[in-house]
């Protein structure tokens, strides 16, 4: 099985790495740099909780060749914030206005979600709603990511 | 899902990417974007040695005006610079339009490409499965087999086109430059659709799809798209339509309707189009005729292979080419109000 | 509850979600144990063959391969929910009954690898008839799916109460209509996975999403003739259940048994097709109710003929074959009734158990009221008052209702949506719709229904909680912390949690009975309180105060009335431990139920010792030209008996609405090829999305239930059923024509619309 060679930066971590051609980004983060918080959902790019920033705009992970990653900046949730890092105001949003539940769509939702407010701070709760229709939630009926989107949206407007 | 093994190949420029293209022709696959390719990579419907990325191609990534006022978008643009250029405001509506409803926006649209999304394969969910649901019966013809399983007995494979781009394209009367180490080419864009579902695309394997040109910008022209899905964002269409037409002199003076899912190649519906000619844009009754008309034209391609009932896809189709030639002849008549103004 | 509470009843934000939003919550799929290898399944290509040859000599010759496991690996050993039911073999030998079926499995290197492996096995079968629709399953002259249950019957549960033809013959109006519905699913987020390995004393370990995790041990012990407390399913992140996760999956096993054969650990991860396929899905339905009313709307006789498509297995066959009707006997008072249920064997995927259980049945009882109500001039939610449950009444099979807010919860959701206005002045092409469901909270579970807990406190004052208690993601853990803080006066933070681990937590009923807060809710509280009272105890002596008069609060334990006498808890943790008698406690309860009562022998007695009801309103907006349905307000209002947690409960109700009534009744639905499923992933099969959900308004009615926790009952179930029979209420209000088959996709709706006008031509 022929490798190439991979280098990126991954929250804020050089890494030089070889891998089998034919893998995803997912596969790298998940399997070689153990960065499980990207969770394979279908595989197919439908259901959002692969979704990680690529140069700050989100990339389903899992359609993207871990080759087409070479030279990118990629940020995963654990480089969102966590252990030693303060929490996203997304984060803390989330675990305030409960839109945890099962936890399985949390990952690729905040990236999703950080990636709308990167561009656009003071986001509607339209643009909140359609900005997140390719992550796929099954517990929350989307009401309370929704408003806890709005939320860090207006903290970080302050 | 694991993808099957093959080698990634990343030429730095056309050139090299061109001479890949003629070296390993149908044992090559391009990847422009790459959610369609890779799915259907990992479903084992594509068995490819080599994947050629058009990533570094960085001069077919841009939205420019040719000499002659036509619009060429190169192939590798990606569909987030579609949506935002004001290059494609205006006449060119339909087309934005059409890409804001492909897939999921936010997340697709950074990786999709114009180029990607006019060479979506066509459908069909007796296809479009994995290679676990495919096993045990024989292969489909668009799997390179003999039997359809869309549609009893066809001689033919059924699938669909549900590019909502090269639906878009279609209407607007685009025109696809292909280039190899041969040379260049340009057809305009019902010959680059072969009209089989087997192989739907006129473009020779060692070909690769360059710029998309668009006729030149001018007043007094709309187009439009509609699309028929269950949900707002993910969907690939279970119908669609796009119309692009001109007004002069309070006349309907060119129509090109187009209908998606329900063709190999996204219907130019002539005949229905035809009928607009020398209408009035209020005429609402012309408008309601050319709509049945292409509605009839459409059903009679459609087979039930996308989802939803094959009647209600039929029926929607005329639904939709309705509201299109609306929306389409609104956006000409307000250009024209603007036009005019501004002389 | 006069009393003044500290956690309990407030909106505090759940302890486990800090792991979730930092990515470091540990799935079974995240897993990774050293020399683990990937498990891959081989499946039948046929959805009804003999098995007659499993070659695997050359899969077993691929480098890579470390095992390869076959029936022949097995005891044979079948598997059943009921012991009548025990049908299914994880790895058939000799038959596979549905496309997709498990026959070989295998462990190797790494993924590709095993895929390659997959490839080698040959596999030869012999086809046999089969048969997809449960008619054409009882028409069929055979061979039988499962040769024990003749024309393909698998369960026929029969319940006559009072005397039907009377009620029928008495009433003012009856109607009969037919009401059908394809199959939906789960679609959790996480797709199957399961992790297994051998430890160094031959116990297997296993992390498997599970609705319960003592009822995977049990029939893992059996399977692979291992005593139960040599198998040890540990606690693990889970990605939703909503009833796909009761059961032992056929990939625990086989996950267990490629970790016995290569001595190595193994991972097993579905794809989305296989998380469709092989894990379980809801059943298709056929019923027929006939309803006869009197003038005021009363309902006087029902008489209910259902036909569901049970898949290829038994599964929890006479459970799912019971609840429809359980469900509506609970929700709506009739004392003539008579219910016919047949769940019917096909060689499509098994089905299971599931959120919205039996949409086609609740669906049409509450669209043939509101038809019979059309009649007589009844406005939908007079027709829900006059026949809607009450506290203090019984069921027609014998279930006493302790505490019903149903009343409460119509009249709420009605207000809230302004249906008194509404209703009938309504532009057109909008309609407004009620439903109303109820829901059990637990049932007969013999010796599984009791849950048991026990507290351990540290010398620093924290506490360990040790339960068996699982959560799926519908905050679970959150509920047992609250609890415990509550009773011991502390912080959340000092309340650690044991759970979910069958070799050190005892007993629990799992989840998949919608009884965890009732029953392990309660065992909590239960060793919370035994625990004080040994605090209680050693301090009252130091403080010379009568252990009654004492009371817990910010570590401290206070003498009532004078805040200057205390004793901080930490001290008195510690006096215990000096004086020999270290402070902890047992807690365990068991809802009262009537274990006379079977699914199917005996379906009379205490069914569960608390309901749940609910009503939701829905309103929503037709587009006549395509038959799309825009919702434009929900209100979904349940008795919850008490809401420990307001913003969880919410929680649970607006997720209800998603899949109970955005995706159940307008996209949700199964289609076929055969036994191929046409749709088993998200990209056909349409779950809802953020941009497409309406406005909802959760509203919390608390009954306080004199059996629950605090008053608590089970939270959400009532409103994905009755979110479903709102919008099904509510699209026949927009269109004027009662669809009869879910879901109500758009091809139906302008199907409807456009019979309406022919007639209406005519």
Known sequence: MKKIPVSMTVNDDEVDIYVPAHWTLLDVLREELELTGAKEGCGEGVCGSCTVLMDGHPVRSCLTLAAEARGARVLTVEGLGGPGMELDPLQQAFIEKGAVQCGFCTPGMLMTAKALLDSKPEATEQEVREAISGNICRCTGYAKIVEAILDASHKSET | MRLPAFEYLEPRDRQEALDYLARYSENASILAGGSDLLVRMKQRLVRTSYVISLKHLKDLDGIRPDEDGRLCLGSN???????????????????????????????????????????????????????????????????GGEICYAEENSDRCRSANVSDGACALMALDAEIVLESREGERSLPIEEFFTGKGESPFARSPDELVTTIRLPAPETAFGSSFRKLTYRSAIDFALVSASAGVKVEAGRIARARIAVGGAGAAPLLLREASEKLLGKSPEDGDAVAETAAQAGRHAAAFMVDNLGATLEYRQKMAAVLVRKAVQEALARAENGNARGRRER | MDKEFTYIGKRVPRVDSLSRVTGEAVFAADLKLPRMLVGKVKRSHVAHARIVRVDTSKAERLRGVKAVVTGRDTAGVKWGVFRYTQDMEFLPRDKVRYFGEEIAAVAA?????????????????????????????????????????????NVHVEINVGDVEKGFEESYLVREDTFTAAEDDYFMGEPFAVVARFDDGGNLEMWTPNAGPHMKAKPLSNALRMPLNKVRVRKIAIGGAFGGRSEISPADYICALLARKSARPVKLIYTREENTVNVRMGHALITTIKTGVDREGRVLARDITCYMDGGAYSSTGPIATSVPFLCMEQAYRMENVRYNGYRIFTNKPVRGMIRMHGRSFACGVDLQLDRLGEELGIDPVTMRLRNARKAGETTPTGSVVSSCGLTECIEKAAEKIEWRKKYGNLPPWRGIGIGINSVQTGFPLGIRGGSQAFIKFNEDGGVTLNSGVVDNGQGNDQMLVQVVAE??????????????????????????????????????????????????????????????????????????????????????????????????????????????????????????????????????????????????????????????????????????????????????????????????????????????????????VESNDPGGPYGAKEAGMSIAMSAAQAYASAIADAIGVTITDFPMTPDKILEAIEKRRQEERK
Request: aromatic content about 8%; hydrophobic content about 40%.
């Open chain 3, 487 to 700: 009773e011991l006066g502390l912080p959340l933070e000092d309340v650690n949690l044991i759970t979910a681990d069958t070799e050190l937590t005892a007993n629990d009923p799992g989840s998949y009975s919608m009884v965890s807060t009732f029953a392990g809710g309660n065992a909590a509280r239960l060793a919370a309180i035994d625990a004080r009272e040994k605090l209680f105890r050693i301090a009252a002596e130091a403080l010379e105060a009568n252990p009654a008069d004492l009371v817990l609060k910010d570590r401290k334990i206070f003498v009532a009335g004078s805040p200057d006498r205390f004793l901080p808890l930490t001290k008195v943790v510690r006096m215990g431990l000096i004086q020999g008698r270290p402070v902890s406690g047992e807690g365990h309860f068991a809802p009262k139920v009537d274990h006379r009562r079977e699914w199917v022998s005996n379906p009379h007695g205490q069914l569960s010792e608390a309901f749940s009801f609910g009503a939701t309103v829905a309103e929503v907006e037709v587009d006549p030209d395509t038959g799309q349905v825009r919702v434009l307000e929900v209100a979904a209002a349940q008795d919850c008996g008490f809401a420990i947690n307001p913003m969880v409960v919410e929680g649970q109700f607006e997720g209800s609405v998603a899949m109970g009534g955005q995706g159940g009744m307008l996209t949700e639905y199964h289609f076929w090829d055969g036994g191929r499923c046409m749709n088993p992933t998200q990209l056909e099969y349409k779950v809802p999305l953020a941009a497409d959900m309406p406005r909802i308004h959760p509203i919390i």
């Open chain 3, 109 to 153: 290197v790494d993924e590709d690898t095993a895929l390659e492996a997959l490839e080698l096995i040959e596999v030869e079968l012999e086809e046999l008839p089969a048969v997809f629709t449960p008619l054409d399953a009882m028409a069929s002259e055979g061979p039988w799916i499962h040769d024990e249950y003749p024309n393909n019957v």
């Open chain 2, 77 to 143: 643009t990606p569909l987030v610079s579609i949506i935002r250029s004001p290059l494609l405001q205006g006449a060119y509506r339909g087309l934005t339009d059409a890409i804001r409803r492909i897939g999921a926006p936010p997340i697709q649209h950074y990786r999709g490409t114009i180029g990607g999304n006019l060479c979506l394969e066509t459908r069909c969910l007796y296809y479009n499965q994995s290679a676990f649901w495919r096993s045990g019966r024989p292969r489909c013809q668009k799997d």
